[in-house]
């Protein structure tokens, strides 16, 4: 088995390295004290994305997962119900630390479409009855775009009529917008417009964009009061953050629309190995980044699938059993996809011809 030289790395758009532009831009920062307001460049990140997004308020955290858990910490009290679907972040990566720490009552909806509207979140409302014994629901919880159904862009007609109704119900409403910024480009929708119909949104800049660090919480002055409280109540409050602040606006100046490139490269690869026998594509055909694909037909697992694709020089990440996914990031290029469907067509070949 001939073993490649160079790994090409489709697991996440977590892979990416900072590019030397980045971390340049980290050594031109202007630091403060975070906690008296005083770092500069966190400042300057803090209204362009408030611009951006055309928000009241925001709040830089670690992580997506940290942003997540703040806007459900910030919307609801423990014991309530949070209405998402089974397949979100929030809950297939994230129901433990969301029982641990924000003890809310995940209602998981569970659809072949991944989109959760009206219709959807009523019938999981009237599940049970909700007088005083039962948990109240306080917010429902979507993603943008889906990750766990290939990047599928989640409707923007969908989200604009969800919450208008949840705020007829007295229901907040909260995106997930890990890669709301493969929505907004491959759909054209401005951020602010995704903004405006929801009460908080979050958004990643380690994930296409490829920056090093963070994420970012939107919404009303009053809910992001709340989050800062909680931020700081976890050990995750800042001193000299501006360094990662200042990659973080980088990378949303420079590495945005390039995102368009990372959507027909994955078209690309999904045309590539939708022609390979015994490789099935997994609906949806992709609308961003994201290509899932199952191998069940070649009867061999996952495990040992993904281990030869490794020797070959080829990394993805099994997502479930006959589900692996591909994500396309700043660091694949055409040459990257095309040589990463002939490494899946040699493997297939290889457990055709040597295991049969
Ligand atoms: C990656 C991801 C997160 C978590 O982000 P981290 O920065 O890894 O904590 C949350 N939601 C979605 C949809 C994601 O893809």
């Excluded at 951006?52 to 014991?79: H, K, W």
């Excluded at 994201?290 to 697992?301: N, R, Y």
């Amino acid at each position: 088995m001939a073993i490649q030289a160079k790994t090409i790395d489709l697991r996440s758009d977590t892979v990416t390295l900072p590019t030397t532009a980045v971390v340049d831009a980290m050594g031109q920062a202007t630091v403060g004290d975070f906690a008296y307001g005083e770092d500069q460049s966190y400042n300057a990140l803090l209204a362009y994305c408030k611009k951006l997004f055309n928000v009241e308020d925001g709040l830089f955290v670690t992580s997506g997962t940290l942003a997540n858990r703040l806007a459900i910490a910030s919307q609801t009290m423990p014991g309530d119900e949070v209405i998402t679907h089974y397949n979100y972040h929030i809950h297939f990566f994230d129901s433990a630390g969301n029982a641990k720490i924000n003890g809310v009552v995940l209602n998981c909806i569970q659809n072949a479409s991944g989109v959760i509207d009206i219709a959807a979140v009523e019938a999981a409302i009237h599940s049970k009855p909700r007088y005083k014994h039962f948990a109240q629901v306080k917010l429902v919880t979507i993603e943008n775009s889906i990750n766990g159904f290939n990047g599928k862009v989640y409707p923007f007609d969908l989200q604009v009529q969800l919450y208008q109704w949840l705020q007829a119900q007295g229901i907040a409403l909260h995106i997930d917008g890990a890669r709301i910024w493969n929505a907004h480009v491959a759909t054209g929708i401005p951020l602010s417009d995704y903004a405006k119909h929801t009460d908080t949104i979050s958004c990643s800049f380690t994930k296409g964009l490829g920056g090093p660090f963070g994420a970012m919480l939107l919404g009303s002055k009053q809910v992001i009061e709340r989050a800062k409280k909680l931020q700081l109540w976890l050990g995750s409050g800042y001193h000299q953050i501006g360094y990662y602040a200042q990659a973080a606006k980088q990378v949303m100046q420079h590495q945005l629309t390039r995102l368009a490139q990372d959507h027909q490269l994955a078209k690309l690869f999904a045309d590539g190995i939708q022609s390979i026998p015994y490789i099935q594509l997994i609906p949806p055909y992709p609308d961003t980044n994201i290509v899932g694909f199952s191998i069940k037909a070649l009867g061999v697992s996952n495990a040992v699938f993904l281990e030869t694709c490794q020797a070959y020089g080829l990394l993805l990440f099994p997502w479930l059993e006959a589900h692996i996914r591909a994500v396309i990031h700043l660091g694949i290029d055409r040459a990257a996809i095309l040589s990463a469907v002939a490494t899946i067509k040699q493997v297939v070949n290889y457990f055709i011809h040597a295991c049969k």
